[in-house]
Structures are given as C-alpha cells and as structure tokens.
C-alpha cells in the first residue's frame, strides 16, 4: 500500500503539517519543528513554506 502525505490530525500544533510530515516518514515531529524553525530563522522563507504546504497537503477524511 502507497503512502501518503496527510495533515496530522491528533499531533498538530497550528495546521499539522510537522506532524504530517513526521508521521510520513516515521520521525519524531519535534525534530521536524525543530528543522522548520532552524529553516525559518536562517533563509526566512519557512513561514511562508508552511502556509504554502497547510492548504496543499489534504487532510485526512475518515467514512
């Protein structure tokens, strides 16, 4: 079965992208926030990179 990216719904701290992220590839969220904010505060784009990706990456609907 293919992965796929989704919006974290129970390990979310604005929109649930880092812990989207981190549940994709099996990490600890925490270090994919502690990556964003290195990212944010060195080139200035991650702010802008996370809301990018909170209204690209769907989230996950249950039936």
């Known amino acids: 079965m293919a992965r ?3 919006l974290s719904e129970t390990d979310k701290k604005l929109a649930g992208v880092c812990g989207g992220i981190a549940e994709y590839f099996a990490i600890d969220s925490t270090l994919v ?3 964003w904010v ?7 784009s991650g702010v802008l ?5 909170a209204l690209v ?5 249950y039936y």
Do not use: Q, T
């Open 33 to 35: 926030r502690l990556g």
């Open 38 to 44: 290195i990212f944010s505060l060195a080139w200035g």
């Open 57 to 61: 990456i769907p989230r996950k609907y």
């Open 49 to 53: 990179g996370y809301i990018i990706a």
């Open 4 to 6: 796929k990216l989704y």
